[in-house]
């Protein structure tokens, strides 16, 4: 059972930037890949970012360029940073670890880009 602690949120004015941790319980290298999701008001959840234990990423064509998934393997933790925030940034933002047995999810962190 892997579990996720986010952190890192919080209110933001358009244009800023914010970065948000995951601290994992398990080994970073024994997880096969490691993603932020987001979920806004009345809104499916939605992949945002994924890094592979290989250290390949991905992310939606909408953080493009502004979004960047790390880990710091010393830590057992993920970020993303998030810059040039936007309104419709605005979710809250969910750490997801898979690692082939079962998807793992942490509680989330709001995150709120408003003026």
């Known amino acids: 059972q892997v579990q996720l602690v986010e952190s890192g949120g919080g209110l933001v004015q358009p244009g800023g930037s914010l970065r948000l941790s995951c601290a994992t319980s398990?080994?970073?290298?024994?997880?096969?890949?490691m993603g932020w999701y987001r979920q806004a008001p009345g809104k499916q959840r939605e992949f945002v970012a994924h890094?592979?234990?290989?250290?390949?990423?991905n992310y939606v064509d909408s953080v493009k360029g502004r979004f960047t998934i790390s880990r710091e393997n010393a830590k057992n933790t993920v970020y993303l940073q998030m810059n040039s925030l936007k309104p419709e940034d605005t979710a809250v933002y969910y750490c997801?670890?898979?690692?082939?047995?079962?998807?793992?999810w942490g509680r989330g962190t709001q995150v709120t880009v408003s003026s």
């Open positions: 997801n670890a898979y690692d082939f047995r079962s998807n793992y």
């Open positions: 398990e080994s970073i290298f024994s997880i096969y890949r």
């Open positions: 890094m592979f234990s290989g250290g390949i990423t």
